[in-house]
């Protein structure tokens, strides 16, 4: 594993937050081009598996992706065409839950490469930052 001198690191903002995002979805969108889901289909996947009904699931993808209920539908019409949910119940369907397992395990193994390294404590308070940062985007998000 390289090491990567982190001593003068910049304070957390939105533009080291949008680099390493940008940096970690380039490696992600590899991982799922094999896959041939796109990152939105990915989370629509999951949020099937989760259990949640289809408007529950349309309701996650608004609020997570930020995209409209007719794009979060479409998402899961596609993933239904695909064979990759059943639509009428909106349950992952074996082939389904394989890719969805695949992705999981290169996911896993990404993960431990770029955060592996990084202390627990250290990562427990980004996560509580981005968290924060999050609500608090949402917030203005609703307000507009």
Known sequence: MTTID???APLLDGQAIGIAYHA???VR?????ASGLTFHQSVALNAVAAGLDRADAVDRLVATLKVGEPEARAL???LADAGLIDGPRVA???KGASLR???ADAVAGLTERLYGEIPVAEREVAARALAHVTARANAELAGL
Do not use: C, K, M, Q
């Open 76 to 78: 899961l019409d596609e």
């Open 24 to 26: 970690i979805a380039a």
């Open 92 to 94: 992952v369907t074996d």
């Open 29 to 33: 969108d590899r991982l799922l081009a």
């Open 101 to 103: 397992r695949e992705f």
């Open 6 to 8: 982190t001593s003068s």
